[in-house]
């Protein structure tokens, strides 16, 4: 529908409501009104594939500066003086998810 097209309002009773059946005839509309202006925000841009990753990575990067938020290390110091995963994020300032992502890319590399 075009934004300069015309609204057509009817106007049914209960009755009409609980018998109306899609595309069934109504008749004349009760009343034709201007369609209203809507802007739609272009303040927060779709992005999808590829371009979001790298969105995404420029994020973090600019968010840490290019290093890491915790190193293993640091990590296991803090487990050794009895602090949990949970509170370890939120030291750091990540979430559980993201320490556990460490984790794994820690796990790899000693694979490797």
């Known amino acids: 529908m ?3 097209s ?11 409501m609980a018998a109306y059946k899609p595309g069934m005839d109504l008749g004349e509309p009760h009343r034709i009104e ?4 809507m802007q739609i925000s272009t303040f927060i841009p ?3 594939g590829e371009e979001h990753r790298e969105r995404v990575r420029r994020g973090h ?9 915790i190193t293993e290390q640091q990590y296991k110091e803090l487990r050794r003086n009895g602090l949990a995963d949970h509170e370890i994020a939120d030291k ?3 979430k559980p998810r993201t ?3 460490y984790q794994n890319m820690w796990k790899k590399q000693k694979a490797k």
């Open 2 to 4: 075009s934004i300069h």
């Open 92 to 94: 750091f300032g990540i």
């Open 6 to 16: 015309d609204v057509k309002i009817w106007v049914l009773t209960p009755e009409q």
């Open 99 to 101: 320490l556990r992502l």
């Open 61 to 69: 990067k600019n968010r840490t500066r290019g290093r890491k938020a």
């Open 34 to 37: 201007k369609a209203k202006y």
């Open 46 to 48: 779709i992005s999808s």
